[in-house]
């Protein structure tokens, strides 16, 4: 199974929106509603941010917002702020009765 | 509330099988709910999906990894294990333990165990 595809990077000033693209196929992003989303600090547990496309568990923060259109999935950080910079990645169930993760992108605060 | 904790050999020779326990406090892993299963992140790079079972049995592996893989459930000791056999420098990886749920491969991980494979 191949990973799906994310941007290596994405910046942004404090305070603005951004948007983290992950382009699957028919079998995983376009055929399931099980699309999440992780962020992780350096050194640390990545830690679910969104799940089932646009959930988001009990304590993160409402900035945080997924969708998914066809085979690409997307998550937006509204108000970007200084403790956003992580790394960030979107996963999602396949037809296989497996899981994929996506290769990661890197958010930067400038 | 829910934790988890990876153990094992942080150094394995090549050729040889990597074995990893994961002790789990706050949940049952006999639970209907939830499945139990690894993933891991070789230094510097993104997060592999290893496979993952149901209390019932069932195991679901990375096709990639399936035919050195095997994932277990020891239900007296409320702890999962991971053994991967004919390790290469490949391997060489933190290696996660997590609780996933319906359609989430992670909904809780395990702080990781760094395993370098390395004669």
């Known amino acids: 199974q191949s990973a799906l595809t994310q941007p290596a990077s994405v910046s942004g000033s404090p305070g603005q929106s951004i948007t983290i693209s992950c382009t699957g196929t028919?079998?995983?992003?376009?055929?399931?509603?099980?699309v999440s989303w992780y962020q992780q600090h350096p050194g640390k547990a990545p830690k679910l941010m969104i799940y089932e496309v646009s959930n988001r568990p009990s304590g993160v923060s409402n900035r945080f917002s997924g969708s998914k259109s066809g085979n690409t999935a997307s998550l937006t950080i509204f108000g970007l702020q200084a403790e956003d910079e992580a790394d960030y990645y979107c996963s999602s169930f396949t037809s296989s009765t497996t899981y994929v993760f996506g290769t990661g992108t890197k958010v930067t605060v400038l | 509330q829910l934790q988890l904790q990876e153990s094992g050999p942080g150094l394995v020779k090549p050729s040889e099988t990597l074995s990893l326990t994961c002790t789990v406090s706050?949940?049952?892993?006999?639970?209907?709910?939830?499945?139990w299963g690894w993933i891991r992140q070789p230094p510097g790079k993104g997060l592999e999906w290893i496979g993952s079972?149901?209390?019932?049995?069932?195991?679901y592996y990375n096709p990639s990894l399936k035919s050195r893989l095997t994932i277990s459930l020891d239900t007296s000791k409320n702890q999962f294990s991971l053994k991967l056999s004919s390790v290469t420098a490949a391997d060489t990886a933190v290696y996660y333990c997590?609780?996933?749920?319906?359609?989430?491969?992670?909904?809780?991980w395990g702080q990781g165990t760094l395993v370098t494979v390395s004669s």
């Open positions: 997590a609780r996933l749920s319906d359609g989430v491969p992670a909904d809780h």
């Open positions: 079972m149901y209390y019932s049995g069932n195991t």
């Open positions: 028919s079998s995983d992003i376009g055929g399931y509603n099980y």
């Open positions: 706050g949940d049952s892993i006999s639970s209907s709910n939830y499945h």
